[in-house]
């Protein structure tokens, strides 16, 4: 009986140290694996995606209501994986960072890709005219959300107007309603003239130097006039016009190196950079019967697909010593190759042309020509047959004078700057061509300076149009 009672002992012994190893071999492993994430255990997974940092507008595929953007998908776990959904929101005119909570989530984001894919998404539905800001998060299986990516930002296409207002502000002007858009201040002082850059995305300045008295091309951030930036030297020439291209970020300009005085025409980016000279002082050409040469070239404007350049070029006979500088309006390539003439008088010591500008199709170069020997007014040059149409009498507002013009790029219609005394507004007529003729309809007012208390003054049409592509 002891002997029995002993065995149960050691039985009983040997289970218990059974259980007791199996118990802390449990607890070993817990304590090695409890605190460690589980990917493949949605209820153990804490690590986010990482935060989306390349968010870029795909700038080219903008149009009137859609804007597309493209990044670099991160992972599920930071960049390691595939992420399980992306959340695209964005906000209207907004400097800076996105208030998350309150932006519009768009809806219909792809699926992720494996980390590292290349995505691109187009958000449709949007307004003409209208400049967005977008961000992106991205969420796991769990879900863990990433930060917030970084902004980009993205106006899309649509009539609208840039305008001097008072002091050193501009106005944005909406062509259809008239309604300012933004009114801004870029800080610049002595302003001259304003354009819009590459699909209205900048706004460029013709101002006061930082470095001198003379005269220097600026771009800023369209609707806030953030990230203002010199483009050109006022140490070294002196700008006197301006013209954005557009199909890409380039600016056409007239200068004058600041030791003779005589303005040729340039281009440079709108970031900045080297400049290029595309017309010289004493270059010579072809003017009818006559061979001229260059004093000066300057006004350049565009033309609708980006490959031309209409500029006003004051010349002098060569082999006379006739002192009469005489206006032309020509046109040349991008590169400065193939300047031709289109437009000029045989008694044209008198005659000053202004503001040339191309129709939205690219058929007519028009500007403005004073000239006391004719009716002052303004002249519209068919591209295909050279012929000439003077609306002299047609766009006269109370028998003032236009003094600028800027051409719609979407449509054949023409804003118009008249100034009156004490006031100063922008006018919009329609353009009505019957083969080759050309004509225009009574200008309607669009800006009302009494309204807003401040000028509208040159005016420039956004440079952009796929009407025309």
Not at 314 to 334: F, K, N, Q, S, W
Not at 362 to 375: K, L, M, Q, R, W
């Amino acid at each position: 009986m002891l002997e029995l009672e002993g065995w149960w002992e050691v039985k009983t012994l040997k289970l218990y140290n059974s259980w007791l190893i199996i118990l802390m071999l449990s607890l070993g492993l817990v304590a090695c694996f409890g605190d460690d994430d589980d990917p493949a255990d949605p209820d153990e997974d804490t690590t986010a995606p990482a935060a989306v940092g390349d968010l870029v507008v795909l700038e080219d595929q903008t149009t009137l209501t859609s804007v597309t953007l493209s990044w670099t998908a991160p992972g599920d776990d930071g960049n390691t994986g595939t992420a399980e959904a992306y959340d695209l929101r964005y906000t209207t005119r907004t400097a800076g960072r996105i208030d998350w909570e309150g932006a519009t989530q768009v809806g219909g984001e792809p699926n992720p890709g494996a980390a590292g894919t290349q995505e691109s998404f187009t958000v449709n539905g949007l307004n003409p005219v209208t400049e967005y800001s977008f961000a992106l998060k991205t969420a796991d299986e769990v879900p863990n959300w990433s930060a917030m990516s970084n902004t980009a930002i993205d106006t899309t296409m649509g009539g609208l107007l840039v305008a001097k207002g008072n002091g050193a502000r501009y106005a944005l002007v909406h062509t259809e309603t008239g309604e300012d858009l933004a009114y801004v201040n870029h800080d610049l002082t002595a302003t001259i003239e304003h354009a819009l850059g590459f699909q209205g995305r900048k706004v460029l300045i013709l101002a006061q130097g930082q470095n001198s008295f003379d005269a220097a091309i600026y771009s800023c951030d369209s609707f806030t006039g953030d990230n203002l930036i010199q483009i050109s030297d006022d140490l070294a020439m002196e700008a006197s016009a301006l013209d954005g291209n557009p199909k890409t970020p380039v600016v056409a300009f007239a200068a004058s190196p600041t030791f003779n005085g005589w303005d040729n025409i340039y281009t440079v980016s709108e970031n900045g950079g080297a400049v290029t000279q595309l017309t010289e002082a004493d270059q010579q050409f072809a003017l009818g019967r006559l061979t001229v040469r260059i004093l000066e070239a300057n006004q350049p404007c565009w033309s609708p697909d980006g490959s031309r350049i209409a500029f006003r070029c004051a010349v002098r006979e060569v082999g006379t010593d006739e002192l009469y500088r005489h206006d032309t309006i020509c046109v040349m390539d991008a590169d400065g190759g193939n300047l031709t003439p289109i437009y000029w008088r045989q008694q044209i010591e008198t005659a000053v042309f202004r503001t040339p500008c191309w129709t939205a199709d690219g058929s007519y170069v028009a500007f403005i020509e004073d000239n006391p020997t004719y009716e002052n007014g303004v002249v519209f040059v068919s591209m295909d047959t050279g012929n000439t149409y003077n609306l002299w009498n047609t766009i006269d507002i109370n028998d003032t004078k236009p003094r600028a013009l800027a051409m719609d790029p979407w449509h054949m219609r023409m804003a118009v700057y008249y100034e009156f005394a004490g006031w100063d507004d922008i006018w919009l007529t329609d353009l009505t061509t019957i083969g080759d003729a050309i004509s225009a309809s009574t200008p309607v007012e669009l800006t009302d300076n009494g309204a807003v208390a401040h000028q509208y003054d040159d005016p420039d049409w956004a440079p952009w149009s796929p009407q025309f592509d």
